[in-house]
Nanobody, 111 residues
Framework: QVQLVESGGGLVQPGGSLRLSCAAS????????MGWYRQAPGKPRELVAT???????IYADSVKGRFTISRDNAKNTVYLQMNSLKPEDTAVYYC?????WGQGTQVTVSS
């Protein structure tokens, strides 16, 4: 069993930045790719970014150039740096690896 705990969400003004963290209860990221997903009210969950075990990254078109996914295997932690945030980025953000999901962290972009 693996617990994933997200943190770093909050309320930010448009154009602002946040950094989300996803900490795993044991070393699972180094051997597996993982992803950040988000779900806005009334919408399906969507992929935001992924990072492979080799460090290769993929981003949704809507966040390319603004978000950066990274990992620190020594800390069993994956990050999502979010810059130039827009109101449409408002959602609950989840991290996911193999069959495990975190509980989510709310990101609200509003003036």
């Amino acid at each position: 069993q693996v617990q994933l705990v997200e943190s770093g969400g909050g309320l930010v003004q448009p154009g602002g930045s946040l950094r989300l963290s996803c900490a795993a209860s044991r070393n699972i990221f180094s051997a597996n790719g993982m992803g950040w997903y988000r779900q806005a009210p009334g919408k399906p969950r969507e992929l935001v970014a992924t990072i492979s075990s080799l460090g290769n990254t993929i981003y949704a078109d809507s966040v390319k150039g603004r978000f950066t996914i990274s990992r620190d295997n020594a800390k069993n932690t994956v990050y999502l740096q979010m810059n130039s945030l827009k109101p449409e980025d408002t959602a609950v953000y989840y991290c996911h690896v193999t069959e495990y999901w975190g509980q989510g962290t709310q990101v609200t972009v509003s003036s």
